[in-house]
């Protein structure tokens, strides 16, 4: 074999701490190398040109370039090295700078351990032989998973573009966290106006199947050929009948059940339909209100339903859909601001989170747009917001900014002088982040035209005086304790992680981060793709975002998807398992082990048990290879002989005078 | 741990699988968080393709410890592998010992990606558990003859021998 060696400075991120002309020198001496140079950077254009003049002038078969991690330029040096005539796997990579000169500073031990890694590189690189992928035909279908704004406009962009669509849906209606807001910042826009036509798209959209109430149960297959089971839960109403009328809803005499949609502020009726504006516009019994599902007796809205579409027996009912791509757009939940003792843990009902604020603020909510406080239904004339209420702050476990809470902030200070203009707003706060087009313009505004008072401070007790509150913080910048009597307190509650994210993350094979938020492939330059391939990620699952953030995240994850599956065809990987039928003795074990079902028993010609490879279907994870008790199936790219050769590379045989070989 | 000993690096290998572990170390890498140099680290799919006899291979050829890290249990990339790898690997810590190496020079440890705070404590800890225990033994292969005086000791002093207490 003819290997050239590329040892890559990458400006001065390797060449800082790693000698790379002696790393050449010492290249040169490795088995089969017959060509070693540096260069500055090495992913460029001229890198890559080097590459392919050094592979045609110099007969090389086969490439190693020392640079940066595999899982970033791979890809690029892989069809860099298949520009010059060679085939894509007699190529590997040394990560060298954010495994050595990243991590060290010692210029003699970088040096020593980057030529290691070399010849590690060099050594498997030796046992490579040239693959081939195969290509496979997928399912032109997309599942959104989340009927918030951003699923929804991914949902419409993949719809638009060509694609079937699924979209699932926990809750009742779609319009997620974005159908409960009154208005929308900077603009002051009504939020259900700008995402009501939108839902209605989605109910109408001929290319798209919405299942609302439903979950993701399970995932298997792989990119190109998914396969999803959604559970659709029991709603106890046939929807295929339900006109959304409401008529069970005016009559349900179980008026006590807990309004979600409201944030809890009121209660609804047993039967319900959650706004006016819901998509799908059908009516769902929460069983565990419901009189005739708790005692047996009631049973009035099946007699008033004008269609006879209420079964109190419907059960789940478990659906499997077939698509190519899935987008994630679980979006979030607010943060639990029980957790904090100072602002009273629950115990004053006017202290409210800003969502709920917000339902008191819709002309749809519980008090029909008119801001009453739940405690006595008065009118409030000093409103105190507080910001950052488990955002920033580490004794929480919450250190990140949630990002847009100072800015709806802002917003629902001027609307409580819309609403109410002889009040005032006090805003406790940290720093404003108001980084978006329009946005530090807008929380002036709210300080200059709308009179809202902000103080630099934190909040240390909320307590009762008469029938107001007493918000009694630091003003930081007058370097003084304020007081402040409230007749209502808005927190700013931060965001956390959608409560299913994990368990989720688990069906997807998707890896969530410390906080539950889901990991992106790369942080700059794949922020919707996740390491799933055909799995992409669209609005606040991957961490706070606003609204423009999010639906521009939806069509990104939409074009993600519509480029995909525009091929006809997708190329499989080729580093798949293999087997070698005269040491296979049909034991099966790789058969039960793996997790894809990749592997089929077949009958040779003699009529013994073998194990086969299906390749379009292999993942390339290996775990067979190492359950086989023959070495009869071995991971292409990675065979028992090409790790061997890296763990001698590293520690040779000879330095125990035993050879193994 | 004297300076000299910290200066004079030992050989530690590292197999960790490609999703997890590796972009693991490499987010401690992009953030810069400085580790001792000792580790060398050898890619692979996923743990569940790490085969108890490379850990083996790898400290019979003389390494002093070896590190195997993978992605959390439940967060697979490939579903179930690491379920097999922590099988496997626990398996192996506790035969270890019956071979006569130190089990202590063998770890498995699971770091996400997005990790790298964890990964460079996780190197920075096994680093200087094996830096503690020093330079693996050398095996000392013996002849033919020496084997069978040994076998012939050992039956004459019957239970008291050694690796039959």
Same mark, same amino acid.
């Given at each position: 074999?003819?290997?050239?060696?590329?040892?890559?400075?990458?400006?001065?991120?390797?060449?800082?701490?790693?000698?790379?002309?002696?790393?050449?020198?010492?290249?040169?001496?490795?088995?089969?190398?017959?060509?070693?140079?540096?260069?500055?950077?090495?992913?460029?254009?001229?890198?890559?040109?080097?590459?392919?003049?050094?592979?045609?002038?110099?007969?090389?078969?086969?490439?190693?370039?020392?640079?940066?991690?595999?899982?970033?330029?791979?890809?690029?040096?892989?069809?860099?090295?298949?520009?010059?005539?060679?085939?894509?796997?007699?190529?590997?990579?040394?990560?060298?700078?954010?495994?050595?000169?990243?991590?060290?500073?010692?210029?003699?031990?970088?040096?020593?351990?980057?030529?290691?890694?070399?010849?590690?590189?060099?050594?498997?690189?030796?046992?490579?032989?040239?693959?081939?992928?195969?290509?496979?035909?997928?399912?032109?279908?997309?599942?959104?998973?989340?009927?918030?704004?951003?699923?929804?406009?991914?949902?419409?962009?993949?719809?638009?573009?060509?694609?079937?669509?699924?979209?699932?849906?926990?809750?009742?209606?779609?319009?997620?966290?974005?159908?409960?807001?009154?208005?929308?910042?900077?603009?002051?826009?009504?939020?259900?106006?700008?995402?009501?036509?939108?839902?209605?798209?989605?109910?109408?959209?001929?290319?798209?199947?919405?299942?609302?109430?439903?979950?993701?149960?399970?995932?298997?297959?792989?990119?190109?050929?998914?396969?999803?089971?959604?559970?659709?839960?029991?709603?106890?109403?046939?929807?295929?009948?339900?006109?959304?009328?409401?008529?069970?809803?005016?009559?349900?005499?179980?008026?006590?059940?807990?309004?979600?949609?409201?944030?809890?502020?009121?209660?609804?009726?047993?039967?319900?339909?959650?706004?006016?504006?819901?998509?799908?516009?059908?009516?769902?019994?929460?069983?565990?209100?419901?009189?005739?599902?708790?005692?047996?007796?009631?049973?009035?809205?099946?007699?008033?339903?004008?269609?006879?579409?209420?079964?109190?027996?419907?059960?789940?009912?478990?659906?499997?859909?077939?698509?190519?791509?899935?987008?994630?757009?679980?979006?979030?939940?607010?943060?639990?601001?029980?957790?904090?003792?100072?602002?009273?843990?629950?115990?004053?009902?006017?202290?409210?989170?800003?969502?709920?604020?917000?339902?008191?603020?819709?002309?749809?909510?519980?008090?029909?747009?008119?801001?009453?406080?739940?405690?006595?239904?008065?009118?409030?004339?000093?409103?105190?917001?507080?910001?950052?209420?488990?955002?920033?702050?580490?004794?929480?476990?919450?250190?990140?900014?949630?990002?847009?809470?100072?800015?709806?902030?802002?917003?629902?200070?001027?609307?409580?002088?819309?609403?109410?203009?002889?009040?005032?707003?006090?805003?406790?706060?940290?720093?404003?982040?108001?980084?978006?087009?329009?946005?530090?313009?807008?929380?002036?505004?709210?300080?200059?035209?709308?009179?809202?008072?902000?103080?630099?401070?934190?909040?240390?007790?909320?307590?009762?005086?008469?029938?107001?509150?007493?918000?009694?913080?630091?003003?930081?910048?007058?370097?003084?304790?304020?007081?402040?009597?409230?007749?209502?307190?808005?927190?700013?509650?931060?965001?956390?992680?959608?409560?299913?994210?994990?368990?989720?993350?688990?069906?997807?094979?998707?890896?969530?981060?410390?906080?539950?938020?889901?990991?992106?492939?790369?942080?700059?330059?794949?922020?919707?793709?996740?390491?799933?391939?055909?799995?992409?990620?669209?609005?606040?699952?991957?961490?706070?975002?606003?609204?423009?953030?999010?639906?521009?995240?939806?069509?990104?994850?939409?074009?993600?998807?519509?480029?995909?599956?525009?091929?006809?065809?997708?190329?499989?990987?080729?580093?798949?398992?293999?087997?070698?039928?005269?040491?296979?003795?049909?034991?099966?074990?790789?058969?039960?082990?793996?997790?894809?079902?990749?592997?089929?028993?077949?009958?040779?010609?003699?009529?013994?048990?073998?194990?086969?490879?299906?390749?379009?279907?292999?993942?390339?994870?290996?775990?067979?290879?190492?359950?086989?008790?023959?070495?009869?199936?071995?991971?292409?790219?990675?065979?028992?002989?090409?790790?061997?050769?890296?763990?001698?590379?590293?520690?040779?045989?000879?330095?125990?005078?035993?050879?193994?070989? | 741990?004297?300076?000299?000993?910290?200066?004079?690096?030992? *050989? %530690?290998?590292?197999?960790?699988?490609?999703?997890?572990?590796?972009? !693991? &170390? =490499?987010?401690?890498? #992009?953030?810069?968080?400085?580790?001792?140099?000792?580790?060398?680290?050898?890619?692979?799919?996923?743990?569940? *393709? %790490?085969?108890?006899?490379?850990?083996?291979?790898?400290?019979?050829? !003389? &390494? =002093?410890?070896?590190? #195997?890290?993978?992605?959390?249990?439940?967060?697979?990339?490939?579903?179930?592998?690491?379920?097999?790898?922590? *099988?496997?690997?626990?398996?192996?810590?506790?035969?270890?010992?019956?071979? !006569?190496? =130190?089990?202590?020079?063998?770890?498995?440890?699971?770091?996400?990606?997005?990790?790298?705070?964890?990964?460079?404590?996780?190197?920075?800890?096994?680093?200087?558990?094996?830096?503690?225990?020093?330079?693996?033994?050398?095996?000392?292969?013996?002849?033919?003859?020496?084997?069978?005086?040994?076998?012939?000791?050992?039956?004459?002093?019957?239970?008291?021998?050694?690796?039959?207490?």
């Amino acid at each position: 074999m003819r290997i050239g060696v590329f040892i890559c400075h990458c400006g001065s991120n390797i060449a800082g701490t790693v000698d790379c002309e002696s790393v050449v020198e010492i290249a040169a001496g490795f088995p089969e190398v017959v060509y070693a140079t540096d260069s500055m950077y090495t992913c460029s254009e001229p890198g890559q040109e080097g590459i392919i003049t050094a592979i045609h002038e110099h007969n090389l078969d086969g490439v190693v370039v020392a640079s940066c991690s595999p899982r970033m330029h791979e890809p690029t040096f892989r069809r860099a090295v298949e520009r010059a005539g060679l085939n894509r796997y007699m190529f590997e990579m040394a990560n060298i700078r954010e495994h050595v000169s990243w991590i060290g500073k010692d210029k003699a031990h970088n040096t020593n351990k980057a030529a290691d890694l070399v010849l590690m590189a060099v050594e498997k690189l030796r046992r490579n032989r040239p693959l081939v992928a195969k290509s496979f035909t997928t399912v032109k279908k997309v599942l959104v998973i989340g009927g918030g704004v951003a699923g929804i406009q991914a949902a419409l962009d993949c719809a638009d573009g060509g694609l079937d669509v699924v979209m699932v849906e926990r809750e009742q209606s779609i319009g997620g966290k974005m159908a409960k807001l009154d208005k929308t910042f900077p603009t002051i826009d009504c939020s259900s106006c700008v995402l009501g036509p939108k839902m209605v798209d989605i109910a109408q959209h001929e290319k798209i199947s919405l299942y609302a109430c439903s979950e993701v149960e399970s995932v298997s297959g792989y990119v190109g050929n998914f396969s999803v089971t959604i559970r659709r839960k029991a709603t106890y109403v046939d929807w295929t009948t339900c006109t959304g009328c409401g008529l069970c809803t005016e009559k349900c005499p179980s008026k006590r059940s807990p309004d979600p949609f409201n944030e809890f502020l009121g209660t609804t009726t047993a039967i319900n339909i959650p706004f006016p504006q819901a998509i799908p516009k059908k009516a769902a019994i929460n069983p565990d209100t419901c009189m005739k599902l708790q005692k047996g007796k009631c049973g009035i809205c099946a007699k008033v339903c004008p269609v006879g579409c209420i079964d109190y027996e419907q059960q789940d009912e478990l659906v499997t859909v077939e698509v190519g791509a899935i987008v994630v757009a679980t979006g979030y939940d607010l943060f639990d601001w029980h957790k904090y003792p100072q602002y009273g843990e629950g115990r004053y009902p006017d202290v409210i989170t800003s969502l709920q604020y917000e339902r008191l603020l819709s002309a749809s909510g519980p008090t029909g747009g008119h801001i009453k406080r739940p405690s006595d239904g008065k009118e409030p004339k000093n409103v105190v917001f507080i910001q950052c209420v488990g955002s920033r702050d580490r004794s929480v476990d919450r250190p990140y900014c949630s990002g847009f809470c100072c800015m709806y902030t802002a917003k629902q200070a001027i609307l409580t002088k819309d609403h109410i203009p002889d009040s005032q707003s006090f805003v406790f706060y940290m720093d404003i982040r108001a980084p978006g087009k329009g946005y530090d313009e807008f929380t002036r505004r709210a300080m200059e035209e709308y009179g809202a008072q902000y103080v630099r401070g934190r909040v240390a007790m909320i307590y009762p005086h008469g029938d107001q509150l007493i918000v009694r913080g630091a003003d930081t910048l007058a370097g003084t304790q304020v007081e402040v009597p409230a007749d209502l307190v808005v927190l700013a509650t931060g965001v956390e992680a959608s409560q299913g994210a994990v368990k989720l993350g688990e069906t997807l094979r998707v890896v969530p981060d410390q906080f539950g938020f889901f990991v992106e492939s790369h942080p700059k330059l794949k922020p919707v793709e996740t390491n799933t391939a055909g799995v992409y990620l669209a609005g606040a699952c991957q961490g706070p975002k606003d609204i423009p953030t999010s639906v521009g995240q939806g069509s990104a994850a939409a074009a993600k998807a519509l480029g995909l599956l525009s091929k006809e065809q997708l190329e499989s990987d080729p580093a798949v398992s293999k087997v070698n039928v005269n040491r296979c003795v049909g034991c099966q074990k790789c058969i039960d082990t793996c997790p894809f079902g990749a592997i089929k028993a077949v009958t040779d010609r003699m009529g013994r048990l073998k194990a086969e490879v299906i390749e379009t279907v292999c993942q390339g994870c290996g775990i067979c290879t190492v359950t086989c008790p023959q070495g009869a199936i071995q991971l292409e790219h990675f065979t028992d002989n090409q790790i061997l050769a890296e763990v001698n590379a590293l520690c040779p045989p000879k330095m125990n005078n035993v050879s193994f070989e | 741990m004297s300076a000299q000993d910290e200066q004079r690096e030992l *050989r %530690i290998v590292g197999f960790l699988c490609n999703w997890c572990s590796y972009g !693991g &170390a =490499d987010t401690a890498g #992009v953030a810069r968080f400085i580790q001792p140099t000792d580790l060398r680290i050898i890619r692979v799919p996923c743990s569940g *393709r %790490i085969d108890p006899l490379f850990i083996v291979r790898a400290l019979l050829n !003389g &390494a =002093d410890g070896v590190l #195997v890290s993978g992605c959390h249990p439940r967060d697979c990339h490939y579903a179930e592998g690491n379920f097999y790898a922590r *099988r496997r690997l626990e398996m192996l810590k506790r035969f270890l010992p019956i071979t !006569g190496i =130190d089990e202590r020079r063998f770890e498995y440890t699971w770091v996400s990606a997005s990790e790298g705070q964890r990964w460079q404590h996780v190197v920075t800890e096994f680093t200087r558990r094996i830096h503690e225990l020093g330079p693996a033994p050398f095996f000392n292969p013996v002849s033919e003859e020496e084997w069978a005086k040994l076998a012939l000791d050992g039956a004459a002093r019957g239970a008291s021998c050694a690796c039959h207490g």
